[in-house]
């Protein structure tokens, strides 16, 4: 059996993107945790605005771009809103693809 990664989830997170921002939920800064363990994940990822109405279509994405992975037994995404998302969690090339600098 094969370990699976946090790197390598976070890899195939960089495929779900929020319908209304063309840049995807790792440089957008909505991943707050992942966690693997035996074939399990678990991931805290937030939104950018607590009254986003993409919220559980978002999260449905990110599980089932996640149950994808070979070797991966279950799958749990939660959202929360601790912290509270800010601009300042968009990485460099989230940014860039934004156009801000």
Same mark, same amino acid.
Request: charged share 25%; with cysteine.
């Given at each position: 059996?094969?370990?699976?990664?946090?790197?390598?989830?976070?890899? #195939?997170? @960089?495929?779900?993107?929020d319908?209304?921002?063309?840049?995807?939920?790792v440089?957008? *800064?909505?991943?707050?945790?992942?966690?693997?363990?035996?074939?399990?994940?678990?991931?805290?990822?937030?939104?950018?605005?607590?009254?986003? *109405?993409? *919220?559980?279509?978002? #999260?449905?994405?990110?599980?089932? @771009?996640? #149950?994808?992975?070979?070797?991966?037994?279950?799958?749990?995404?939660?959202?929360?809103?601790?912290?509270p998302?800010?601009?300042?969690?968009?990485?460099?090339? *989230?940014? @860039?693809?934004?156009?801000?600098?």
């Amino acid at each position: 059996m094969s370990t699976i990664t946090s790197e390598e989830v976070l890899e #195939a997170l @960089r495929d779900v993107y929020d319908p209304e921002i063309p840049v995807n939920v790792v440089d957008l *800064g909505l991943i707050y945790s992942v966690d693997v363990s035996d074939g399990d994940v678990h991931v805290e990822m937030t939104l950018t605005a607590a009254g986003c *109405g993409m *919220g559980p279509y978002i #999260a449905q994405q990110a599980e089932w @771009r996640i #149950a994808e992975i070979e070797d991966i037994e279950d799958v749990q995404v939660d959202v929360v809103f601790d912290p509270p998302w800010s601009p300042d969690l968009i990485t460099d090339e *989230g940014k @860039r693809l934004l156009g801000i600098d």
